[in-house]
């Protein structure tokens, strides 16, 4: 019971009692109109802003009606300009028949600013046909093919078109390319370059070929050039006529009746051997083999003839146009020749053919021929021999190893660039240097030794004159003694140290493109290469063999074995030079107080001038002395490695005592003097 009256009794309402209202506080809320208006002010200042900034821009672009599009900033069109805001900006514009124009540009400060464009058309073309149709077609001289033809891509403007055709006068024209990637059409009728010739032959029926084109047979009228072509009429068994004519064009010319004159016959010639010499009733005609062409129905005579062979003789008559055959087997002049060689196995060639060995009797035709004897290693030998019937003939040869055969080419005398004669020689056998210790005169820096030249050389036949030095140093003078001139063209330089005289030889081997001897840096001589072929001055040991050595041992003086020297001897101390010497030769003469001209006395064994007199002279070798003889001969002495002192050879015109005319005599020094000059030198290879 007490659960169902609670199940049953009434919710009674609480009293609310609500917060209390804030009454300091207020809402805010926007109102549309103010906010419009605000808008419509920042907008308007915007505006503003943009006008006070921007800056006029006129756009002009042809053609007139390209489409145009900015980009890359704001920008107002304005009828026939633009607002735009200083900055870049890229323009496109496109046009039919025209490339699209892309261009980026930038805008300035300046308040109008004009920007004026062309757009480029585009490329055009052109449609040709030509009457006749194939010819060939060329546009600014460029071959482009043959008509008909569209011709694409030209670029708008005049351009030169050439037609061509054969037989056709060509024809150029100025054309005009609208482009705008239209097409253009042209039709060109060209203009024939012929007239007509009218052909009649006799007998007719004669083909008729104008240049390598057969047009028909007599009697005909074709086309001709009027440029001019060549006509030939062609008939069986008569000669061929053949003429070059030309035609006006448009015109037809007429020939006379062609009469066609019967056809040579043709002999074809040869012989055995061939290239005999043919005469034809008396005149030349050529060598075998050989076409000659015969009046027909006439008796012809024909002579062979070929050196060391008999005449042969033939007549023959041939019908017109008949084609011979003939072929002449010549009988030999034959006459003997027997080779004697040496070697005994060398073999014989006979006009380029190995015929045998040495020692054998040849029968040859009675001409010339030419003859060979080999062997391997030595020189090939060449003889020409014209054998004669009746008369027997020898040929004797001995042939030279290839080294003997290579000296012998070497010539035995060469001449210098500047006109100095050079001799060659190959000592073969030792000889001695130097004087025996109780020579008198003897010094003791004459030690005698044995010596042996195995390089052959060339030697100066003379002394080097003023002449020739100068052409190398053109201020130098030789200056004088005691007031007689030592300058003359043709007499011996002197006043010169050793090296002027090496870089002489220096300065004429580079004439002569030959290796320089000596090595030289900043114009001073640092030394030699023994190897090289340059000009040289000679080495003490080829200048004592050269005035000394002989078969029958060593020359003491150049005259002789005997003291003093009889007149003219060679340029010495005479009496003339008596107030210039200190020990003249008593009652000597030789005609000149100073040096002479070079080769004014007789040469010695060797054909060599002034060796001793005239000037002494400077050699290769630095100064020493030596010690002792060797068991075995020096090969090629060059002298000492190094020195402060050069050796000098030969007497002067200042030398008259026994110790200085002795060939064996050797001086020293450094030092240039007015009776010391020098010769050159240098070896084969």
């Known amino acids: 019971m007490n659960e169902q009256k609670n199940d049953h009794e009434a919710i009674q309402p609480l009293a609310f009692t609500p917060l209390a209202e804030n009454t300091g506080a207020k809402r805010f809320r926007l109102k549309p109109l103010p906010m419009l208006l605000g808008l419509a002010l920042i907008a308007s200042l915007l505006v503003m802003a943009f006008l006070l900034s921007a800056r ?12 145009i599009d900015i980009s890359g900033g704001i920008s107002f069109a304005l009828a026939d300009h633009y607002l735009m805001r200083p900055g870049d900006y890229q323009l496109e514009a496109e046009a039919e028949g025209f490339e699209v124009l892309q261009l980026p540009f930038t805008v300035g400060k300046d308040d109008h600013q004009l920007l004026q464009l062309e757009m480029q058309k585009l490329p ?6 030509t009457e006749p149709p194939g010819a060939e077609v060329s546009i600014n001289d460029e071959a482009v093919g ?17 037609i ?14 609208e482009g705008m990637d239209t097409t253009q059409s042209l039709s060109v009728q060209l203009e024939p370059a012929w007239g007509q010739v009218s052909l009649t032959s006799s007998p007719p029926g004669a083909t008729v070929s104008v240049g390598d084109e057969d047009r028909g047979v007599t009697p005909l009228t ?8 060549v006509i030939k009429v062609a008939l069986p068994g008569y000669k061929t006529w053949q003429q070059s004519l030309s035609v006006a064009i448009g015109e037809t010319l007429a020939v006379d009746d062609i009469q066609l004159e019967p056809a040579d016959g043709l002999l074809q010639l040869s012989s055995t051997p061939s290239g005999a010499t043919v005469t034809l009733n008396g005149a030349y005609q050529g060598t075998t083999p050989l076409d000659i062409e015969l009046t027909p129905q006439q008796t012809h005579q024909l002579t062979l003839f070929f050196n060391g062979y008999k005449t042969a003789k033939r007549s023959l008559t041939l019908s017109a146009g008949e084609q011979q055959s003939m072929s002449v087997q010549l009988q030999a002049n034959l006459g003997e020749v027997q080779v004697v060689a040496s070697p005994a196995d060398a073999s014989v060639w006979i006009d380029g053919v190995m015929r045998g060995t040495q020692g054998q009797t040849f029968t040859l035709p009675a001409r010339q021929h030419r003859i060979e004897l080999r062997r391997a290693g030595y020189a090939t030998a060449t003889r020409t021999v014209t054998p004669q019937p009746g008369l027997d003939q020898v040929v004797k040869v001995t042939l030279l190893t290839e080294q003997q055969a290579r000296w012998a080419s070497v010539p035995e005398k060469i001449t210098t660039a500047n006109g100095a004669t050079l001799l060659l020689f190959k000592p073969r056998k030792p000889f001695t240097m130097g004087a025996p210790r109780r020579e008198s005169g003897r010094r003791a820096n004459e030690v005698r030794r044995e010596v042996l030249l195995t390089r052959p050389f060339y030697l100066a036949s003379h002394e080097v004159t003023n002449r020739q030095f100068k052409q190398f140093a053109r201020t130098h003078s030789s200056s004088h003694a005691g007031g007689i001139t030592l300058d003359q063209p043709t007499q011996p330089v002197v006043r010169i140290s050793w090296e002027q005289a090496a870089r002489y030889c220096n300065w004429l081997s580079g004439k002569d493109n030959l290796t320089p001897f000596y090595r030289e840096e900043n114009g001073k001589i640092k030394g030699f290469a023994p190897s090289a072929n340059g000009y040289r001055l000679p080495t003490e040991a080829e200048w004592a063999w050269a005035a000394r050595a002989t078969s029958g041992g060593e020359k003491r003086f150049s005259w002789g074995q005997q003291y003093p020297p009889a007149n003219r001897s060679g340029n010495f101390a005479d009496t003339s030079a008596g107030r210039l010497v200190t020990e003249p030769i008593k009652g000597y003469t030789d005609g000149f107080a100073v040096s002479a001209p070079v080769g004014s006395f007789r040469p010695n064994h060797r054909q060599l001038y002034d060796l001793e007199g005239n000037v002494s002279e400077w050699v290769n070798d630095y100064y020493g002395i030596e010690l002792g003889l060797g068991s075995r001969a020096e090969k090629d002495p060059m002298g000492p490695a190094t020195g402060d002192l050069r050796v000098i050879r030969g007497a002067s015109w200042r030398h008259g005592n026994i110790t200085e005319l002795r060939l064996s005599y050797r001086d020293y020094g450094e030092q240039p003097r007015d009776d010391l000059g020098f010769r050159i030198a240098r070896y084969v290879e």
């Open 124 to 129: 055009g073309h052109l449609a040709l046909t």
């Open 164 to 177: 061509s055709a054969q037989r056709y006068l060509p024809v150029t024209r100025e054309i005009n390319i």
């Open 56 to 67: 006029s821009v006129v756009v002009k672009i042809t053609p007139d009606n390209a489409r």
């Open 146 to 162: 043959a008509a008909p033809l569209t011709i694409s891509d030209l670029t708008p403007g005049d351009h030169t078109l050439t």
């Open 222 to 229: 074709t086309e001709l050039l009027a440029e001019g072509e």
